[in-house]
């Protein structure tokens, strides 16, 4: 059932007076739209959904894939009081997103440093946090899920991801929103009270490659081997090389099973 306003606040119940949702036909980033609303004032809590997004975005000027039927595709503005760091804010998003995508049988969700939510070892979804300019405690949270594995992914990209719904099946997108939307209002409260650092545990618990040898790809070296130990109190990747721990600060980088 393609998603509404009005069906999304009756599934959100009372807590849809905590957002301001508009639902676009198509558009070329949510991300894109909502930042331009944020610096012409949008509240906190403002969401842009859109069921076609021709130029998605994600981590390091990757595409991301969304058409109709077949992807989730949102942004939601989220303002915290000036001072705020937001240090392990994508790894808390991440959790909200596992803690949704269990409520309709995905319970086998990894999530990877710093961003990536698996199915099964595959890609099921993605997040892309980006600052509101000249207003670095207000953060744009893009949030893509794959519904279906649209019939235009190239192979090499379908033998790499995963989809919430077998092939032919539907789901009520309303409903999935809604879930959505009520997780991360729950772990952005949290977040602006307490930081990432209540959530850690919950996270490692949820970490794709526990004690696992993994490569730490960069766009400005050589990949580096090594071992993920997962991540500190701060969001930050502990990746154990040659017996030291070293501290990765989410950025241009990114993790692959060695």
Not at 26 to 42: F, H, K, M, Q
Not at 103 to 125: E, H, Q, S
Not at 191 to 197: C, K, R, V
């Amino acid at each position: 059932m393609p998603a509404t306003i009005a069906a999304i606040a009756s599934c959100l119940g009372p807590a849809a007076r905590r957002f301001d949702i508009d639902v676009l036909e198509s558009c070329d980033s949510t991300n894109a739209v909502l930042l331009a609303r944020a610096e012409a004032g949008a509240p906190s809590g403002t969401v842009v959904i859109t069921r076609e997004q021709t130029a998605g975005r994600g981590r390091r000027g990757r595409h991301w894939i969304a058409s109709p039927g077949d992807s989730l595709a949102f942004s939601l503005l989220w303002r915290f009081a000036p001072g705020t760091a937001p240090a392990g804010l994508s790894l808390a998003v991440g959790l909200a997103v596992a803690r949704a995508v269990a409520t309709v049988g995905a319970d086998n969700t990894a999530l990877k440093w710093p961003n990536d939510i698996l199915g099964n070892g595959r890609k099921l979804g993605g997040i892309l946090i980006e600052l509101v300019p000249g207003a670095p405690h207000a953060a744009v949270i893009g949030i893509g899920l794959n519904l279906q594995l649209p019939a235009a992914m190239p192979d090499d990209l379908r033998a790499v991801s995963a989809a919430l719904c077998k092939p032919d099946a539907a789901i009520d997108e309303n409903a999935l929103y809604a879930v959505l939307l009520g997780e991360l209002l729950t772990v952005l409260e949290a977040f602006a009270a307490s930081g990432f650092a209540p959530m850690r545990d919950e996270w490692m618990a949820r970490n794709a490659y526990a004690d696992a040898s993994v490569n730490l790809l960069t766009d400005f070296g050589a990949p580096r081997g090594g071992i993920c130990r997962g991540v500190d109190v701060d969001g930050a990747l502990l990746f154990e090389v040659d017996g030291r721990v070293e501290r990765i600060l989410s950025g241009e980088v990114s993790l692959r099973p060695a």
